[in-house]
């Protein structure tokens, strides 16, 4: 059974669900029974193409879906060993051991991001390579192979910053491969291939912005723009060349395509603004066809009774250290803009329940926590806030504070109620707007480790990764600048040995 397990991990999975996208808008779903479909008779139409596409975005909903275990899903292993969470949900050893930098090999969300981020980029391969052959309009040919080669960038970047070296598998696998048991890939190697994926899917004709979900030049130039900011970093230190880099695209995006950042946080949450504006990629989610996820009921303060979910989980909430780190007047940290410390009872209106402590307000959906119990809101991939402080931070490295360095990151600070930066700015002080404006958005750990520098709550002064106190105790080493292979995998293909340094 083992094996089994791991020869699916690399060949194509052609039985999923497709994510069915509409010409106008992301609002409708639908289930394709593909079980009767091979590798060989698949790719014969340009429906067949579509589909296959139409699968890759399906699959992206693992990573905010849950993991099958009760208070768990995939995006908190990039939470919690940040050190700046609590939870209520003892339950929950995955979560408890990542918080307290406790885990092993065993996880279960370690083989999650591994198997599922594999099979997407096996589906990705499968149709890079067969998609060519169909007889179809040469336009939407391509369109679909630079979404799926942004898939394959996509996961791939996810996987090289998890779990570091990866076996790198850019063609279909057969039950008869050698590639059913590969070897692992130096980092180098896997980014220079995210690069080449992301340079011909800007090639490819997609449009520039998008607002049905699908992939857009927008979010193929703001993945770029993110890789090569981590290039620059650690582990590869590639320096001034790639923090050029990042800056020159994330200013493509900034001065070439419609996004703005929203007046307000609350549109940050508002169903019918999910794909425009601040949104360049989200995760697809539609109550009308049972594509929910449990993210506002996992947020919720645990059985406190102000909704109408019948688990209210507490599964992660910020500590009152990273609450108090933030700036005197950030209107982030004001009541139902990122956080909320109250809110009315389910059973009285009139009653206000006070929490005890702060919880994230960002991803809350009114309609679902009041009267439905069905939680469609998208999650968000990418949007215009981490482009503007990308270029601020990059841009900062390769130019100095210029003008339109200090403007991206005012910006922001614009809309937090901050006074703005001037030309004695620091880089620190971009990193700490950075880390404030994007929390528990799956960025922190990946700055953490790109950049070996963590923020000291109670100093406010960044620190080296190695030795860094969490304010409740626990202490980084260098075991968690990556995550380990899964044993599992490993147990199946000793090819994949020596795991990482201190797993």
């Known amino acids: 059974m083992m094996k089994f397990i791991n020869k699916r991990t690399y060949i194509a999975a052609l039985g999923s669900a497709a994510l069915l996208l509409g010409s106008s808008c992301s609002d409708f779903l639908d289930e394709e029974n593909k079980s009767d479909y091979t590798q060989e008779n698949y790719f014969q139409t340009a429906e067949h193409a579509e589909a296959a596409i139409n699968t890759l975005y399906s699959e992206l909903r693992f990573v ?7 208070g768990e899903s995939p995006f908190m292993m990039l939470e919690f060993p940040t050190g700046l969470l609590n939870t209520e949900v003892g339950q929950s050893q995955a979560n408890r051991d990542l918080r307290n930098l406790t885990t092993n090999a ?23 390579e067969r998609i060519p052959d169909i007889d179809m309009n040469e336009g939407d040919k391509q369109r679909l192979i630079g979404e799926a080669k942004f898939m394959r960038a996509f996961n791939y970047f996810n996987l090289v910053r998890i779990f570091g070296k990866v076996p790198l598998i850019l063609e279909p696998v057969d039950a008869n491969s050698e590639l059913l048991y590969p070897e692992r890939t130096e980092q180098a190697q896997v980014y220079e291939v995210i690069v080449q994926d992301l340079k011909d899917a800007e090639e490819a004709g997609l449009p520039d912005t998008d607002n049905t979900g699908r992939v857009s030049l927008g979010a193929v130039k703001t993945l770029l723009s993110s890789v090569y900011l981590t290039m620059a970093g650690y582990p590869l230190q590639a320096g001034d060349e790639y923090y050029k880099l990042a800056a020159d695209k994330a200013e493509e995006v900034i001065d070439n395509f419609d996004y703005r950042l929203f007046d307000t946080y609350a549109e940050l949450h508002d169903k019918k603004l999910e794909n425009t504006g601040e949104f360049i990629f989200q995760n697809q989610y539609l ?20 909704s109408v979910f019948s688990d209210e989980y507490g599964v992660m909430y910020p500590t009152q250290a990273f609450i108090n780190s933030h700036e ?17 009872s389910i059973e009285n209106p009139d009653v206000m329940v006070d929490f005890g402590g702060s919880y994230i307000f960002k991803y809350f959906n ?10 469609d809101l998208n999650w968000t991939f990418f949007r215009y806030a981490e482009v503007l402080l990308t270029y601020a931070e990059a841009g900062f490295e390769a130019y100095g504070p210029t003008a339109k360095v200090l403007d991206a ?12 930066f001037d030309a004695s700015v620091t880089r620190e002080d971009i990193w700490t ?65 020596p795991n990482n340094t201190g797993w």
């Open 64 to 70: 905010s879906d849950g993991s099958g275990t009760y």
């Open 106 to 128: 065993e996880n279960n969300y370690l083989i999650n991001w591994w198997q599922r981020s594999f099979k997407s980029v096996a589906n990705a391969n499968l149709a890079i």
């Open 287 to 306: 109550a009308g066809a049972n594509i929910t996820n449990g993210l506002t009921a996992w947020l919720l303060p645990r059985s406190k009774k102000i």
């Open 328 to 344: 005197t007047g950030d209107k982030r940290v004001e009541e139902q803009q990122f956080y909320f410390t109250e809110y009315p």
């Open 366 to 375: 009114e309609e679902a926590a009041l009267n439905t119990a069905q939680n």
């Open 409 to 420: 990151v005012n910006q922001i600070r614009d809309r937090a109620d901050l006074p703005y």
């Open 433 to 497: 707007e950075r880390f404030h404006e994007l929390s528990f958005e799956n960025k922190t750990w990946f700055d953490m480790v790109r950049r070996r520098k963590v923020l000291d709550l109670e100093t406010g002064q960044w620190e080296d990764f190695i030795g860094h106190e969490f304010s409740y105790g626990p202490k980084l080493t260098e075991k968690y600048l990556l995550f380990p292979v899964p044993q599992r995998e490993i147990s199946n293909n000793t090819k994949l040995l």
